[in-house]
């Protein structure tokens, strides 16, 4: 039995009133979707505090669940969008969901050092390697792109990615290697790493 199937089972434990089941659920995501939050939001406490909010919307909204996508592919975009709303209640700017800037191309090692030195020099930087991942992206055939864009932006496992785009696992890992590399040839001029240079 798959993570997906597991999960179709807890949730419909929980449909039938099985607390339990769905607090199985909260242990099993928590931290995978606090990685997830973190993303959007730098405050580890106000993570917490969203997280705990997209487990209660998810809570609620659990009867409408009809398990047409895996359960973390939904809690996700309930997460995504508690987020966005707590970043505008807060007055901050909300990314757009095409968006991806240096905080995205968390894939890059050499891109890590953009978090922490705001030069302008950094700055512009930073703002260069935003635009080269997202026209890199832009530019993958959509197989690739989509492999890509469940795993590293939406933080789905190989499991759930090959669930999601109904093909076997070897595919999925294929497709996100070859996504990187071509992403990668295009920071490489940028970032002023070697050709051989391992992502």
Not at 33 to 43: A, K, N, P, V, Y
Not at 114 to 123: A, C, K, S, V, Y
Not at 152 to 165: F, N, R
Request: charged share 30%.
């Amino acid at each position: 039995m798959d993570d997906r199937e597991i999960d179709q089972i807890l949730v419909e434990r929980a449909q039938e009133g099985d607390q339990r089941a769905f607090e199985q659920l909260v242990e099993k995501y928590q931290r995978k979707l606090g990685r997830l939050l973190s993303r959007f939001i730098r405050d580890h406490a106000e993570v917490e505090d969203v997280a705990q909010e997209t487990f209660i919307k998810a809570y609620r909204a659990l009867p409408s669940f009809r398990g047409e996508s895996a359960f973390y592919t939904w809690l996700y975009r309930i997460g995504v969008n508690t987020a966005k709303n707590h970043m505008f209640a807060k007055g901050r700017r909300v990314p757009t969901a095409t968006e991806f800037d240096a905080d995205e191309a968390v894939w890059f090692e050499d891109a890590e050092q953009l978090h922490d030195i705001n030069t302008p020099e950094r700055l512009l930087q930073s703002k260069q390697i935003g635009q080269t991942v997202n026209a890199a992206m832009e530019a993958l055939p959509e197989e690739l792109r989509n492999a890509i864009v469940l795993r590293e932006i939406d933080g789905l496992s190989y499991e759930e990615i090959a669930s999601e785009m109904n093909c076997p696992i070897g595919t999925v890992r294929s497709r996100i290697f070859r996504a990187r590399e071509s992403v990668a040839a295009k920071l490489r001029p940028l970032l002023d790493t070697a050709p051989d240079h391992r992502w």
